[in-house]
Structure formats: structure tokens, C-alpha cells
């Protein structure tokens, strides 16, 4: 579905007070985060995360309170600084950028937006919306234009004028959106962006970012403790428990190929219709071609249903000249209507 790697996050771990050789050494033995901080004081937000992310996608990390999903979020861009390990973005190492290398690549490459809606009470949604590209010394003109534009694709376009107090809970996150967008950087990181919100308006902005998305085709990094918002968002999730990467997989993957014990039970009272398709569960049609149509024997055709059969096909699907499914055949069936049932039976 995607193929070019536009995050990768190698070995990165991000530890909360001292890092000495006692908390490194207890981390080898495989002690646990909560073992950790009872004997050093240090806690393990993030545990070595091996991630890569595709460009185009929408990525979920997910996990309970306290899993490090929100600290690793900040690690991507920096604001919080990483103990060890590299984070690549566009091919760059960021964790090798000075301050102001730092500062330049946020503003070009990066766009957060954050579980609070943080919008100036005293600007009109246009003014809060153009902030960011204000910051960048964009022309007035230039900027309120492309603020005008990200505020029209979340469906404020004639709110313009308006000020946040006027507005409810979901718009003004709609314009922290747009204010996201209208920085057009190719990477929108989302930090409980909806959690704030009335279920009803949060599944609504659900529906419309993935409806952007298909406009906007950004690289999204989307985190949230709700499995119901990641299976319905996410082209893949990463699970995270006490810091440390549980699975990385697709909706359908994590369902019904579990990682471990953690991930099954984290799953285990999921509603699987709304998450797998018919083609998850489906057995799929095999063909075999066969050459020479007008001079193919028999014989040959027999040969290649005894094949199919023997290979643990229970039954084969009868299709007319339009491809269409018009009926089923099992093994018995078969053999019995060409006459050949025992000499079958003595070659099984």
C-alpha cells in the first residue's frame, strides 16, 4: 500500500530521571518498568522503539495511560529529547540537529496538533489558523490565503471571522487542524487530538480526517488510548505497554494474530464485524490456467480437478462465460458424475 520510509525510529528509548549503569544493567535483565523505578527512581517512558513509517499513511500508537505513546510523539520532533537511539525523518537524523537546525526543520517538515485546542481567545479563527505561518515570516496576504484555504477543507470556511468562545468544542478543534494544515509540512502529528471531545463530534472527526486524508495524502502519526479510534483510523498501529512496543500491525493483524498475551486480552472485547472484511475471512479462488484451450483433453482437466483436490480443496468453485459463480462442486460429486469414482478412490 505505501512504500517510501519517511520516519524511522531506531533503538529509541527516553528515561525520566538517572541513567546510570544500575537502571542500564536492570534493562538487560529484563526487569520491568514499574521494577525500575522502585529501585532507581528512573522511569522508562520509552523502551529501545524500532518503528518505520511509510509515507502517506496514517499511523496509530496506542496504549493505556502511562505506555509512553505521548512521549514518543514528542520524541519525533524533539520536544522531548531522546536518551539514546536515532529518529530519521526525511532521511535527516534530527537527533543530530543543533537548536536552530532543529527550529528550521520543525517549521518546514512538521505540523503537531495537540489533545487542548490552544487557540488565542483574542483572534478571530483566521488570525489563530495563520499563526504558525506568521511565525515563519510569511506574507500577510500569502498566508491568510492558505489560512483561508485549510479553513474551508474542515468545513469553517465561513467562520472565519470568528472568535473561539463563539465557537463548540469540535470547531475549534477543527481550526487547531487547519491551523496544522496550513502550514502544508508532509508530516501532521496528532496527540489525542480528539480525546477532548463528545463521542458523537469525535467520531465525526474521525469520518472527516479520513476524509482529508484522500485529498491530502500527509503522513500522519495519530495517538490514542482508544482501540475503538485506532482500528478505525489506522492504515497500521503500533501497541505500546510500559514503554515498550507490544505489536506493530494492521487493524486486521492485530485482531486475529495477537502478538502475546497483552495484545489478546487488549483486543479480546473488540467488535471483529467492524474491523474485518469479508476478504480477511474468505478463502481465496485459485486458478489454473490451462494452454491450448481448443486441444486440452479431457483427461487433463480431470488431472488438474484431481490436483486441486487432493492439495485439501473441499470444493470448487462452477463459474459461467461472464466469470460469474453459478454453483459448487465437491469431491464426490465429481468423480461420481464422470464415472470414474473407484479408480480415484484406489490412487487416494
Do not use: C, W
Request: proline share 3%; aromatic share 6%.
Amino acid at each position: 500500500m505505501f512504500n517510501l520510509e519517511i520516519i524511522r525510529i531506531e533503538d529509541v528509548s527516553k528515561v525520566f530521571g538517572p541513567y546510570n549503569q544500575t537502571v542500564k544493567t536492570l534493562e538487560e535483565e529484563g526487569k520491568s518498568k514499574e521494577e525500575i523505578f522502585r529501585e532507581t527512581g528512573a522511569t522508562i517512558a520509552v523502551n529501545k522503539a524500532n518503528i518505520s513509517i511509510e509515507e502517506g499513511e496514517i499511523f496509530v500508537v496506542m496504549g493505556l495511560s502511562g505506555s509512553g505513546k505521548s512521549t514518543l510523539i514528542r520524541l519525533i520532533n524533539r520536544l522531548i529529547e531522546p536518551t539514546n537511539g536515532n529518529i530519521f525523518i526525511e532521511n535527516q537524523n534530527i537527533t543530530e540537529l543543533d537548536k536552530k537546525g532543529l527550529r528550521e526543520f520543525r517549521r518546514k517538515h512538521t505540523s503537531m496538533v495537540f489533545q487542548s485546542f490552544a487557540l488565542f481567545p483574542f483572534k478571530t479563527l483566521l488570525e489563530n489558523t495563520a499563526f504558525g505561518l506568521e511565525i515563519k515570516n510569511v506574507d500577510k496576504k500569502e498566508r491568510f490565503e492558505k489560512s483561508k484555504k485549510a479553513l474551508e477543507l474542515v468545513g469553517l470556511g465561513s467562520y472565519i471571522h470568528q472568535l473561539p468562545k463563539q465557537l463548540s468544542g469540535g470547531m475549534q478543534q477543527r481550526v487547531g487542524l487547519a491551523r496544522a494544515l496550513a502550514n502544508d509540512t508532509n508530516i501532521l502529528l496528532m496527540d489525542e487530538a480528539f480525546s477532548a471531545l463528545d463521542p458523537l463530534i469525535r467520531k465525526e472527526m474521525q469520518d472527516e480526517l479520513l476524509q482529508l486524508q484522500q485529498r491530502m495524502h500527509k503522513t500522519i502519526v495519530f495517538i490514542t488510548h482508544d482501540l475503538d479510534e485506532a482500528l478505525h483510523l489506522g492504515d497500521r498501529i503500533a501497541l505500546m505497554n510500559d514503554g515498550i512496543i507490544a505489536q506493530i500491525g494492521t487493524p486486521q493483524e492485530i485482531i486475529t494474530n495477537p502478538a502475546d498475551d497483552y495484545v489478546e486480552n487488549f483486543v479480546k472485547g473488540i467488535d471483529r464485524s467492524k474491523v474485518l472484511k469479508v476478504k480477511h475471512v474468505m478463502d481465496k479462488v485459485e486458478s489454473t490456467p490451462l494452454q491450448n484451450e481448443e486441444t486440452v483433453k479431457p483427461e487433463q482437466i480431470l488431472n488438474e480437478i484431481f490436483n486441486k483436490f487432493t492439495s485439501g480443496s473441499e470444493t470448487l468453485s462452477v463459474i459461467d462465460e461472464n466469470y460469474q459463480i453459478i454453483g459448487k462442486l465437491n469431491f464426490k460429486q465429481v468423480f461420481k458424475v464422470l464415472e470414474v469414482e473407484g479408480e480415484v478412490n484406489k490412487n487416494v
